[in-house]
């Protein structure tokens, strides 16, 4: 079983960035798939990027392509969420998921969440 916990959400400039970190306490982290959501007010729920747990990365959001960097650091049980040229769009609480070894974009394939962290983009 894993524990995910999000860490990293701000209030930040149209245009800035932020870094933000999956923390998974927890046995066996490296045969997990770690997958970044994110839900706006009113929206669904949508799937980001996610890294398998062979590192190989899946992206299933146009709209963040080129701008979001996903990375996974073993020995440190984190997932990280680099995003760059931020827009009020992407303005959501953004969760981290784990589900074993591959990745999904469906988040009903995911059994292991955490609790969300703000991300807010205002001028």
């Known amino acids: 079983q894993l524990q995910p916990v999000e860490s990293g959400g701000a209030l930040v400039q149209p245009g800035g960035s932020l870094k933000l970190s999956c923390v998974a306490s927890?046995?066996?982290?490296?045969?997990?798939?770690i997958g970044w959501f994110r839900q706006a007010p009113g929206k669904e729920r949508e799937g980001i990027s996610c890294?398998?747990?062979?590192?190989?990365?899946?992206n299933y959001a146009d709209a963040v392509s080129g701008r979001f960097t996903i990375s996974r650091d073993n020995a440190k049980n984190t997932v990280y969420l680099q995003m760059n040229s931020l827009k009020p769009e992407d303005t959501a609480v953004y969760y981290c998921?784990?589900?074993?070894?591959?990745?999904?974009?469906?988040?009903?394939?995911?059994?292991?969440w955490g609790q969300g962290t703000q991300v807010t983009v205002s001028s």
């Open positions: 998921a784990a589900r074993g070894y591959l990745c999904s974009g469906a988040k009903n394939d995911y059994a292991y």
């Open positions: 927890g046995l066996f982290f490296n045969s997990y798939a």
């Open positions: 890294t398998a747990s062979s590192r190989v990365i899946t």
